[in-house]
């Protein structure tokens, strides 16, 4: 697609930075209403029909004119999904941020690029290990993505300052995490990038972490976990990947260290046991041949010309729903309504603040506080 245009780019952040519009609602809305100013003015009615007990906070325009302007004094830059700096594999997961908040040298966002991630309490072997590799996987022209934690990914960035790692914050961009890795992220800026959803000034929060690890898996080929825990954040990571279609490869350690449980436990599940470089590469090699059949990934569409479900329809579609997960063709099926109305129906209530989305396309009602 073309570049955005300033008022377009202010329009997209407003969209995004509203109430209940995550990645998938952001794509289903632009599609529906043809662009993100239009989606914005429809926010309220969509809502209302959701059943929302009150009006859907939309980001006013004098905030995202502030988020540009503090972006622009920290060097940042907002890309959005389908501008030609986005990075292409992650463009390809279909929860996508619609907007990234970009830092450093956008070319190594382009690197064919693996993820390394482990444990925040590492040892001297796993440190030294994540080092090594993630120096000969960058010697070997691969770009190193990590989440800038202390331990692990740590030691996989550092490592790979020279041939370029990308960061991934769970924060804003002028909000680093740890503090002390603050040096660490200077330094990789040079020849790497630091990337971010969220918005600037955003503090990160545990929730936030996990929803990062979606992006550090969504931009590489493979995962490789050094040391984890069996309830790991790294795990979360490595279950991501799957989900993304992407490689997962385990480093083996002792039955008897705890922060390898995780790890070996990936392997009886059928990780790639990895000790060198080489383990990464032959795997992921063969799949750079096919890089270039990458494409963005699409949510379940809702086409201007399918209308609007009147409120018989829309009553009976949400009268199936219930707290226990169902899927949408099972929705579709068993409301004989159209898919068309029974994703709008959703998109509603999703706007309204009363849709669970859960893995695998299952949806549920939100009954706290209606």
């Known amino acids: 697609m073309p570049p955005l245009t300033d008022a377009q780019r202010i329009d997209w952040l407003r969209l995004i930075r509203s109430e209940n519009v995550g990645p998938r609602v952001f794509k289903q809305l ?28 939309v980001l006013p ?24 700096d986005y990075p292409a594999r992650l463009a390809a997961i279909d929860d996508a941020p619609p907007i990234l908040a970009v830092r450093g040298e956008r070319k190594t966002l382009a690197l064919p690029m693996v993820a390394i991630v482990g444990s925040r309490n590492a040892s001297a072997a796993g440190l030294r290990f994540a080092e090594r590799i993630a120096h000969e996987l960058g010697e070997a022209g691969f ?3 990590s989440g800038l934690a202390r331990g692990i990914d740590a030691a ?47 503090e990160p929060r545990a929730r936030d972490f ?48 705890p922060r390898a449980e995780g790890t070996n436990g990936l392997l009886k599940q059928g990780a790639t046991l990895t000790t060198e ?19 963005i990934a ?42 068309a109305a029974v994703r709008m129906t959703l998109l509603e209530l999703d706007l309204a603040g009363r849709l669970d989305r859960q893995p695998g396309g299952l949806v549920a009602i939100v009954t706290e506080g209606i």
């Open 61 to 84: 325009l004098e905030d995202a004119e502030r988020e540009l302007e503090a972006a622009r004094k920290h060097g940042v830059a907002f890309i959005a999904l389908g501008e030609k």
């Open 277 to 295: 470089a080489a383990d990464v590469i032959s795997v992921l090699t063969p799949i750079l041949g096919r890089a270039h059949h990458l494409t």
């Open 210 to 257: 996990p929803r990062r690890n979606r992006l550090i898996s969504g931009l590489a080929l493979g995962v490789v976990i050094v040391e984890a825990a069996a309830r790991s954040g790294s795990l979360i990571t490595a279950r991501m990947a799957l989900e993304q279609g992407r490689e997962v490869f385990a480093v083996p350690g002792s039955p008897l260290d």
């Open 156 to 202: 996989a960035h550092r490592a790979s300052l020279s041939t370029g790692t990308v960061a991934v914050l769970a924060g804003g961009q002028d909000r680093v995490y740890p503090p002390e890795h603050t040096d660490l992220l200077t330094s990789l800026l040079q020849h790497g990038a630091a990337i971010s959803e969220m918005p600037m000034g955003w």
């Open 298 to 339: 699409e949510p379940d569409t809702i086409s201007p010309g399918d209308g609007e479900p009147d409120n018989t329809v829309r009553a009976r579609i949400v009268s199936l729903l219930g707290v226990t997960p169902v899927s949408i063709d099972e929705l579709i099926r068993l409301s004989g309504a159209s898919p």
């Open 30 to 57: 632009v599609n529906y209403y043809g662009g993100a100013g239009a989606a914005l003015r429809a926010l309220p009615d969509l809502a209302r029909r959701g059943g929302a007990s009150r009006n859907i906070k």
């Open 143 to 145: 770009g190193i993505a």
